[in-house]
């Protein structure tokens, strides 16, 4: 089973660029996430989607934007990378609000 | 702020031993989770707790809700190094802003 699918699950960027993370989830869930992970941090969320055609900010959203491309997909765009966005970045999905969460696998992102 | 504070950070440990690991916060959750991580991949659901004062026993595993809520401990008896991971704690708050602890690294050693 699938579950959630994000890439690509490893990327090097110079300060400056952009790129996009994807992410899709065949649960038929109607909540999606993006949280960041970095060492003695914790997991934060940067952007979340309650259901298909919103999203919301969470703790971290600044330097990020998404886009919740339809139920299945949501996506997370660096417009200028900066150094300080260096990190693990984990899609999530969950039926609703207080639902299990499912995470994908991560995506490691360096910024130099 | 809600914070989630996880204690110990760090734990290395004999395979058999019995350990325990916290989750504590000065707010009131509506459920607490706990989540395991291997290396390079996504937490994983553990286990909900719901009602103040809950136990939950999962084969090895025992966790335990605080009373008013505000905290949770895991209990592993006779770890094995299969246990060895980042061991999350999250709390409900409602709505979708999870609040996820720092984490417990834990390797049992063989």
């Known amino acids: 089973n699938a579950g959630v699918t994000q890439t690509p699950k490893f990327q090097v960027l110079k300060t400056g660029q952009s790129m996009t993370l994807q992410c899709a989830q065949d649960m038929n869930h109607n909540s999606m996430y993006w949280y960041r992970q970095d060492p003695g941090m914790g997991l934060r969320l940067i952007y979340y989607?309650?259901?298909?055609?919103?999203?919301d900010k969470g703790e971290v959203p600044n330097g990020y934007n998404v886009s919740r491309l339809n139920k299945r997909e949501f996506s997370l765009r660096l417009e200028s990378a900066a150094p300080s966005q260096t990190s693990v970045y984990f899609c999530?999905?969950?039926?609703?609000?207080?639902?299990?969460?499912?995470f994908g696998e991560g995506s490691w992102l360096t910024v130099v | 702020t809600q914070l989630l504070e996880q204690s110990p950070q760090f734990l290395s440990i004999q395979e058999g031993e019995n350990l325990t690991v916290y989750c504590n916060s000065s707010?009131?959750?509506?459920?607490l989770q706990w989540y395991r991580q291997e290396p390079g991949e996504g937490p994983v659901l553990l286990v909900t707790?719901?009602?103040?004062?809950e136990v939950k026993k999962l084969k090895r595993l025992t966790f335990q809700f605080g009373d008013a809520r505000k905290d949770s401990s895991l209990h592993i008896t006779a770890a094995q190094p299969g246990d060895t991971g980042l061991y999350l704690c999250?709390?409900?708050?409602?709505?979708?802003?999870?609040?996820f602890g720092a984490g417990t690294r834990l390797f049992v050693k063989a």
């Open positions: 989607s309650a259901s298909e055609g919103t999203t």
């Open positions: 707010s009131v959750f509506s459920s």
């Open positions: 999250a709390g409900e708050t409602g709505g979708f802003k999870t609040i």
């Open positions: 999530a999905s969950s039926g609703q609000a207080g639902d299990t969460i499912y």
């Open positions: 707790v719901v009602t103040g004062g």
